[in-house]
Structures are given as C-alpha cells and as structure tokens.
C-alpha cells in the first residue's frame, strides 16, 4: 500500500523548490519581459507563470483539499485566471511571488497531516469531476512542473533565442 502522505508530502516539496529554482534561473531584467519564440518559450511573462500557479492553488487546490476533511466543494468561479486580474498585481518581485507561493504550497503540505486516514482513492465530487484525492494533490505537481518546464525553458534558452535572432537580423540587414 502506498504511504500517500509522505509520497505527497515529498512531491509538493519538491516540485515546488524546482519551481522557485527555475524562476531564479531567469535573469531578473526579464522576468516581466514577454518572451521571444512563443511556440517554444509560452505567451507569459515568466512572473505570470509563478502568479498562476500561486492562485491556482490558493483558490482551487487548498479549498478542493478541504473537501476531504469537511469543507464543501468550493465554486468554480473562484479563480479569477485572467489579463484583467494580473494587470492588477501590483508587486511581482521574485522575493514576493516566491514567498507566497511557498506559503500556499507549505499550507497543503501541513494539510497532508489531516489526510493521514482518508481513503485517497475514493472519489468524490469536484471541481474536476468526480475523482479520488489522490488525483487532486498529483495534478497539483503535474501542474507545477508543467509551469516549471517552461520556466526552465525559458531559463535556459531565452538569452540565446535572443542571440540567434540578432545575429539573423544582421545577416538580413533587417
């Protein structure tokens, strides 16, 4: 039998650092920069990354975690996920969006310790339809690795997109 908790307890752990540590990867003159290469490198700023990922558990991953220990399914309208919402996020800094981020997945890491005896993989009803705990905490680091990915990407490529794209301009004569 799987020890679900500490097997979560691990992964949310983990991807979170990889996530910070991929955030850090990105030199801080662009972390609010759109990205060159959209196909490869996403439409966000890599701070947008970090922002919806911190919300998304923040309204839809804590409260769905509750469900297992009393709390009601919370609405679907719960995450305001748009252009209009970001616009209005006033400090972006990493040492901000980091330390939240990391309070929130801390928030579910305690959590884990109330789940302790909770079947998780009973399905119930949720925000994704009707499916076990276990799917809700593992789409949790799909979702933060799928962000980290990018991030990573963008870490690692951005700077040298950029190069190539400068260096085909002066061949051009563009």
């Known amino acids: 039998m799987t020890d679900w908790v500490a097997w979560f307890r691990y992964q949310l752990q983990a991807s979170a650092d990889g996530f910070v540590w991929a955030f850090a990867q990105i030199p801080a003159a ?9 196909d490869y490198l996403g439409t966000w700023p ?11 558990e923040r309204c839809l991953v804590i409260p769905s975690m509750r469900q297992w220990v009393g709390a009601s399914i919370p609405h679907g309208d719960i995450w305001p996920d748009d252009d209009e919402t ?12 980091t330390a939240e981020f990391r309070a929130i997945r801390q928030q579910q890491i305690q959590l884990l310790s109330q789940l302790e005896d909770i079947d998780w993989q009973a399905p119930r009803e949720t925000l994704w339809g009707h499916k076990p705990l276990a799917m809700i905490v593992t789409k949790t680091f799909q979702h933060t690795y799928e962000h980290g990915d990018t991030l990573l990407r963008m870490g690692l490529w951005w700077e040298t997109i950029l190069a190539e794209m400068a260096a085909y301009s002066a061949e051009a004569g563009i």
Request: aromatic share 10%.
């Open 46 to 56: 890599p701070v947008r990354h970090v922002w919806h990922v911190k919300e998304y």
């Open 86 to 97: 970001w616009a209005a996020v006033q400090d972006r800094s990493l040492e901000t969006l």
């Open 30 to 38: 662009l972390r609010e920069d759109l990205p060159p290469d959209p």
